[in-house]
């Protein structure tokens, strides 16, 4: 690999990075012995120590401006101890020495936020619940340090996964997604039905969901972050035969907020009636049809959104009898119950998206490339993550994760998405990729063979990312996690 010397001035040295605008060993250890010595009170060692930032700064700033990808993010997960003296400035600087420009910081996961407890208007805990610092803000410090390097720092948020400190609060068991076996998310994800038991997934359509996320988002951005991502923009991940949604009761619509969406959508008292028993039943009968003529003999035919009549009838001419329409109208009530789901999805991130927008700051959605297939005859990935529904003022964030040896399916996913951007836009297409530099890992090729694929197959592409900080400094990440305060 290269190296390509960037002369800088203050302290008389030339900074040595290379292709991947990676500073040598040496200078890492020589930045990290300064900040330590700093620490201890030598002002000799804070002043060199901050002109060595500075220099870092400078000559990252220099090799991504000549450098594919222009912008190199990485996603981090902060924890209490990094309020601990320093430990931010060494994490912000072990992030500048891999490369990196920008940071997507994670404010809300796992049924958290990374909000102080004395200013944290939401319904989930704080991050940071230790006696005596319910006043240090852990995500505006980090801004802080991140743009003293010259970084772009994002909040990375997840979306519709509320967590499971949310499942538990008996205030909110309405607002939680319900399907048609009467299993909110909570108890879906308890039985083993999902593939992550601490997720817990919300009605998109429930306005208490609504408001609970915008407060969040208002808190977020209030703190001026250079964006903000959503994450777990979909439906939960199911196991086994749970990953696949092929029947209506498999659908997250049976919540009373969404059913009354759901109901909206019927055009007139036919298509009402048509949709309650549909989705009561998870099917139609022959005599649900005559029944709903006869109940509503002025309606010629049931109507529902997306429906298109059928031509009128002529003088005399019978209607079509239940049994030949049956299967049908059963075919688009299962269309129509599997639109209004993915709709939900999408309603929820383009209002979220629009709050940030708002505020001055740039959005984004991450994704699976394959999270909206079809399965099978008739069915659908559970977690109806159909992206390319998304609004294209967002960046998107493909997760090109896939797993096969090679660079060739992680090059598949970030080409499906290309092929699928609707036609006449343009949004951001910026690729997560996870793995480790310097080496292969989980049948992953190491991140420098992912990223010359990337490059040789999409010069296009500006910017890319890479999941995660703690895949690349795993003891580090260790000790700030386990420590305590």
């Known amino acids: 690999m290269t190296l390509g010397v960037v002369p800088l001035g203050s302290m008389g040295q030339a900074i040595a990075l290379n292709a991947y605008c990676q500073v040598t060993q040496e200078a890492a250890q020589t930045k990290e012995n300064l900040r330590k010595a700093a620490l201890t009170g030598d002002a000799a060692a804070q002043q060199q120590y901050e002109a060595m930032v500075r220099q870092h700064t400078e000559a990252l700033r220099q090799c991504r401006s000549r450098n594919w990808p222009q912008r190199q993010a990485v996603w981090v997960r902060l924890y209490p101890c990094d309020l601990q003296p320093g430990i931010l400035d060494a994490l912000f600087d072990r992030i500048v020495n891999l490369g990196y420009n920008e940071v997507y910081v994670e404010v809300f996961y796992g049924g958290q936020v990374l909000l102080p407890q004395a200013d944290n208007p939401t319904v989930w805990p704080s991050v940071v619940r230790t006696a005596g610092y319910e006043r240090r803000d852990l995500f505006a410090e980090a801004l802080a340090k991140g743009r003293q390097r010259g970084m772009r720092v994002d909040a990375w948020l997840f979306a519709l996964n509320f967590g499971y400190s949310y499942g538990l609060r008996t205030d909110r068991e309405q607002v939680l997604a319900l399907n048609g076996r009467g ?93 309650r028993r549909y989705i009561s039943r998870g099917h139609l009968v022959d005599r649900d049809i005559q029944e709903v003529r006869d109940l509503f003999p002025n309606e010629p035919e049931p109507l529902w959104q997306s429906r298109t009549p059928a031509p009128a009838l002529q003088n005399g001419q019978a209607p079509p009898s239940p049994a030949s329409l049956r299967p049908r109208l059963q075919a688009e009530l299962w269309q129509l119950s599997v639109a209004h789901a993915v709709q939900g999805v999408i309603d929820f991130v383009k209002v979220a998206g629009e709050q940030v927008q708002r505020a001055g700051i740039q959005s984004g959605a991450v ?119």
């Open 183 to 275: 299993q909110t998310t909570y108890s879906f994800a308890k039985s083993g039905a999902s593939s992550n038991p601490d997720e817990v997934f919300v009605d998109p359509y429930h306005p208490q969901a609504q408001a609970d996320y915008s407060r969040l988002l208002g808190a977020v951005t209030r703190r001026q972050p250079d964006g903000v991502l959503f994450d777990y923009v979909r439906y939960p991940r199911g196991v086994g035969p749970n990953s696949v949604a092929d029947s209506v009761d498999d659908l997250w619509i049976y919540g009373q907020a969404s059913r009354d969406a759901l109901f909206r959508r019927a055009f007139n008292q036919q298509g009402l009636e048509l949709i």
């Open 367 to 485: 994704f699976f490339p394959e999270g909206n297939q079809t399965v099978g005859t008739g069915g659908y990935d559970s977690r109806l993550q159909y992206w390319e529904r998304f609004p294209t003022w967002m960046t998107w964030h493909p997760m090109a994760y896939a797993v096969c040896g090679n660079t060739g399916c992680i090059l598949d996913g970030v080409r499906r998405v290309q092929s699928m951007v609707p036609a006449g836009t343009s949004p951001t297409v910026t690729p997560a990729l996870a793995g480790i530099w310097g080496q292969a890992t989980y049948n992953r090729p190491a991140l420098e063979t992912q990223m010359e694929a990337l490059r040789r197959s999409n010069p296009e592409i500006t910017s890319v990312s890479h999941f995660a900080y703690s895949w690349q400094d795993p003891e580090f990440d260790r000790v700030r996690k386990f420590c305590s305060l």
